[in-house]
């Protein structure tokens, strides 16, 4: 029976796919659900927008609309014609890796005057498009709202005026509007991450990495103006990101006397024996007058007052170039499809909403009060209430804000004194290396040095380094550099407090370093305070081992902090591991490669095998990312004929034209090992 199901099922799935791709997607359910689509990208281009429209595309006809690509902006709305086009399913394939946007973008000043927003309505009533998704900044948005409010009037005058028919008026009663928000420069109130922001934030990153070997090479500093007019978002990530020396923002202006604090800043670091510093400009930093801060002024500042070689590097447009990130590919992915599940939830008279990431959930909010608040900042910064302006940026800026002047900004401390009965702190790497590891492991060390006047205890490999005296002392330039290193510095392995003895660990007493005071505690597991724990499941196994043999071993009644790293994103009670992002990345770089090399060859189906043990979470986001046909995991069992099944879409998707296919799979669950094999559409 079991079979009989599984069979039925899989011929019902090859049924639609086979109508889909012969009869044409944009054919299918015509008329049995949504009203048509209109998708447009408006404004500024960024990274991402062409998995948003995808999705735009894709979600409608799944919820069985027609979707029709309005191109270049609202210039396109205005001129109608061939400007407005309908979509398919092919036509949206393999673009989710491109940059920018393949609809086109303008800036249309016919649509800010009812005449051009008249044509606009004109054209929209003339292909039945009663359901708008925008895609853009809050001008784009702000404008898409007169739109809708305006829409009743502008319909009333067309039918007078002759343009449309009566018939055609009965059937436009009304506009819904969805907006998304696409945007670099992440201003927009009510979202944490707009579309484009985490790619452009990768380019800055891949220039700054760039810059700092030739300036290491030759001990210069570098002033780097990124973009961000009125908002000091991408500055200010990029600057903790790169931990960069000085950081100018709109929101957070200079005290007056800055050049001397700047100066005395980068002087002592050349006394810390370092051979690069890096100031981060934002294109709209000024000070607390208003006046405005450039790149070159900051330059002109440290080559007259240190005789530092210093250099400027303006990134301009390159920050929106290239590919978009693993994130802005799932986000757009993951906008798109709400935006039309928002269309179609709507009623009449419904407000215009935009959809936007929050507490990294796609979440509906209503458009113009974001767009009000997002007006607010500015009016804050114009009249130089820059408190203000931050506090409506919200509590993640902030938050940033507040870590980099602990972690970065700040000289370097002094000595720290010791006494005998301080208690002292630890860190160790556990479990398999992640990305972001050092980045953690310095800001545990700089912040003891900063907040708490203390050294920590560096500890290698593990809890074997704890037991064989394998540690040093955290000092202020032994993590300096460690920020964009891959890896463990530290080192680590997979060993557990069980399986290395309780007892020995607790009963262990560090050898005697020297004459340094700080050293000369032999220090006993119970004199640590806390132990900070970048970890793996073994890591997350260790700390509650030790918790639970605490009424055996005193020694462990101790404070324990464990920050989750691992590239599986499998830690308990987090959404997001360090180093599962940077993993991410790796793998849609890889297939955005495979991909590539398929346009120029057979029709081929490539399996690409990710890690993930019994975790699902690279291969199911990587497949979402790279826009995979499959993508099998340990989470979701599969069958034979689901197998059969996956294989029959393969080769209907190669008779359609298709000259590639993309299974995502997931290493770990061998019971499930398979070989798929799909070539030149045999069945």
């Not at 008329?31 to 409608?60: E, F, H, P, W, Y």
Request: net charge positive; with cysteine; aromatic share 6%.
């Amino acid at each position: 029976m079991a079979n009989n199901k599984s069979s039925r099922r899989m011929l019902q799935r090859r049924e639609t796919l086979k109508n889909m791709i012969e009869v044409g997607e944009k054919e299918w359910d015509r008329g049995k659900g949504m009203s048509n689509i209109g998708v447009l990208t408006s404004g500024g281009d960024s990274q991402g927008m062409n998995a948003a429209v995808r999705a735009v595309v894709r979600m409608g006809f799944y919820c069985g609309a027609s979707v029709y690509f309005i191109h270049e902006g609202y210039q396109g709305l205005v001129d109608g014609g061939d400007q407005i086009k309908e979509a398919s399913w092919s036509k949206v394939s393999n673009i989710m890796q491109m940059g920018g946007t393949v609809i086109g973008s303008a800036r249309c000043k016919d649509f800010r005057e009812r005449q051009g927003r008249l044509k606009g309505a004109a054209n929209l009533i003339k292909h039945q498009i009663f359901n708008l998704v925008i895609i853009g900044g809050d001008g784009s948005l702000t404008g898409a709202n007169t739109f809708r409010e305006e829409w009743p009037g502008l319909t009333k005058e067309l039918k007078e005026t002759g343009v449309i028919t009566a018939e055609q008026y009965d059937k436009c009663g009304h506009l819904n509007v969805v907006g998304i928000v696409g945007s670099i420069d992440n201003d927009f109130c009510g979202s944490d991450m707009d579309i484009g922001v985490d790619s452009a934030l990768h380019r800055i990153m891949e220039c700054i990495d760039a810059i700092t070997t030739t300036a290491i090479s030759h001990q210069r500093t570098f002033v780097l103006e990124v973009m961000g007019r009125h908002c000091g978002y991408l500055a200010l990530v990029s600057a903790i990101a790169s931990a960069a020396d000085w950081l100018f923002i709109p929101e957070d202006p200079p005290e007056d006397g800055w050049e001397d604090r700047l100066c005395e800043k980068l002087q002592s670091a050349r006394k810390y024996a370092r051979r690069l510093c890096i100031i981060i400009v934002a294109e709209g930093a000024t000070d607390r007058h208003g006046k405005a801060i450039s790149a070159e002024h900051v330059k002109n500042v440290i080559a007259e007052r240190t005789n530092q070689d210093t250099r400027v590097t303006i990134l301009g447009h390159v920050q929106r170039g290239g590919n978009p990130s693993a994130f802005d590919r799932l986000l757009g992915c993951r906008l798109g499809a709400e935006a039309v599940m928002t269309l179609k939830d709507a009623k009449i008279g419904s407000p215009a909403c935009v959809v936007v990431l929050s507490g990294n959930m796609a979440v509906r909010l209503p458009l113009m009060s974001c767009v009000e608040k997002t007006r607010q900042v500015g009016v804050a910064l114009s009249e130089k209430r820059f408190e203000d302006a931050l506090a409506l940026r919200g509590k993640s800026f902030s938050n940033n804000l507040d870590i980099y002047n602990k972690i970065n900004h700040r000289m370097p401390p002094h000595a720290a004194s010791k006494k005998a009965d301080d208690k002292l702190v630890a860190v160790m790497n556990v479990g398999a290396p992640a990305a972001g590891m050092n980045a953690a492991v310095r800001s545990v060390n700089r912040t003891l040095a900063l907040e708490y006047n203390t050294r920590g205890l560096l500890v290698n490999e593990g809890f074997e380094g704890l037991l064989d005296d394998n540690v040093e002392d955290g000092s202020w330039n032994a993590t300096a550099c460690w920020i964009a290193w891959g890896g463990s510095m530290l080192g680590t392995n997979r060993s557990t407090p069980s399986s290395l003895g309780l007892k020995k660990l607790a009963e262990k007493k560090h050898i005697d370093k020297g004459s340094d005071p700080y050293w000369r505690l032999r220090l006993k597991m119970s004199e640590l305070r806390p132990i900070g724990s970048l970890f793996h499941l073994q890591a997350f196994q260790s700390v509650r081992e030790l918790h639970q043999a605490r009424k055996d071993y005193p020694a462990f009644c101790i404070p324990m902090v464990v920050i989750p790293a691992s590239i599986s994103n499998n830690i308990p009670g987090t959404q997001l591991s360090i180093g599962s992002d940077t993993a991410l990345n790796a793998i849609v770089q890889c297939c955005d490669v495979i991909k590539q090399s398929a346009q120029g060859t057979r029709k081929r189906v490539f399996v690409i095998e990710t890690m993930g043990g019994f975790c699902g979470y690279l291969a199911t986001m990587a497949g979402l990312a790279c826009g995979a046909d499959a993508a099998y995991i340990f989470e979701e069992k599969f069958t034979i004929e689901d197998l059969k099944c996956d294989v029959y879409h393969l080769a209907e998707k190669m008779d359609s034209g298709v000259t590639r296919g993309l299974i995502i799979r997931l290493v770990g669950d061998r019971k499930h090992t398979f070989l798929l094999h799909c070539d030149g559409g045999t069945k």
